[in-house]
């Protein structure tokens, strides 16, 4: 008997099967990534998590939703050479979704951008009507067009992330795994439990990434043990090492997924597609 593989935390980790192509495309599951803690890996996860999707046929939508760019400006974007951005889409009834929406350097992956324009739209929209789910109007066009649309928040639990949360049906929270990885966590839980009480019934909590991940010490270890214990089996099975082909693909302006794609890291964001995939939380 082959001796079964496990994951950090001593679950069976199956081989995911590669996933099946799809006959026809949509209607598009919409995932944000969200943790108010920054540089927590959610823009590094949203493109390359994009980026595997793309790989086996989905076709993938990137929103940026962070007035930093910095989706937009990894995917090989200068965000202040843009004239429209999605903050034109929330702010202007006239705006089109398609106009904004660019296709990428990736087959199958496109990117609706943002740059600090959109800063200025968490303090507009409180006089707007219905200003938690100006997002989710401004997506319905392109839910016919995509399997997967990926909303990439900025770190903070204000009014723009509450338009993710109203726009999407899961959530996907990057942990770093770092003593004070847990810390913040709680209020993120009881801000994705409000939204689905008052404004998303559907929404769910797809699972917890652990990234930067370091399998040598006993530390991360620690963490990702504590975080089984807290959150059982949404914490995903699939975790990230902590590398410096991550910033260094950044730097490049590309994912990891093209930039080094037989490194372990793109290889594990492959098995994050894959793990999804067979959860049945992406197409
Ligand atoms: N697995 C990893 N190993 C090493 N470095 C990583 C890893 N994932 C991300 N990084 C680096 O850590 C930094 C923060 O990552 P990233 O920008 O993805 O986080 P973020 O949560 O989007 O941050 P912010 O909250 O500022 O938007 C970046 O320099 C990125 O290249
Ligand atoms: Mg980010």
Redesign the pocket.
């Given at each position: 008997m082959t001796e079964m593989e496990l994951d950090p935390v001593g679950r069976p980790l199956p081989r995911f099967p590669e996933p099946a192509p799809l006959a026809s495309h949509g209607p598009a599951r919409v995932i944000a990534m969200c943790?108010q803690?920054?540089?927590?890996?959610?823009?590094?996860?949203t493109i390359n998590l994009a980026a595997a999707l793309a790989e086996v046929g989905r076709r993938v939508l990137i929103v940026d939703f962070?007035p930093?760019g910095?989706a937009s400006v990894g995917l090989g974007i200068s965000p202040h050479e843009l004239e429209r951005t999605v903050y034109n889409l929330m702010m202007e009834r006239s705006a089109s979704l398609a106009e904004v929406v660019r296709s990428t350097d990736i087959p199958n992956l496109d990117l609706l951008p943002a740059n600090i324009d959109l800063s200025a739209a968490e303090v507009q929209l409180v006089s707007e009507v219905a200003r938690e789910s100006i997002l989710a109007r401004v997506l319905r066009p392109a839910l016919d067009d995509y399997d997967v649309i990926l909303i990439?928040c900025?770190?903070s639990l204000g009014l723009l992330t509450v338009n993710a949360l109203t726009a999407a049906h899961g959530v996907l929270i990057?942990l770093e795994c770092e003593f004070f990885a847990l810390r913040g966590v709680a209020l993120l839980v009881e801000t994705i439990e409000k939204v689905r009480d008052r404004l998303n019934p559907r929404l769910e909590v797809d699972g917890i990434l652990a990234?930067?991940y370091d399998s040598r010490t006993l530390h991360a270890r620690e963490v990702v043990a504590r975080v089984h214990e807290a959150f059982g089996d949404t914490l995903l099975q699939t975790v990230?090492?902590?590398?410096?082909k991550?910033?260094d693909s950044?730097v490049a302006a590309e994912p990891i997924i093209t930039y080094a794609s037989n490194h372990s890291?793109a290889s594990a964001y492959r098995q994050l597609a894959r793990e999804l995939i067979a959860r049945g939380d992406a197409a």
């Open positions: 943790n803690k920054g540089g927590v890996g959610k823009t590094t996860t962070d930093q910095a990439d900025q770190p990057p990234t930067m990230i090492g902590r590398t410096v991550f910033p950044s890291g």
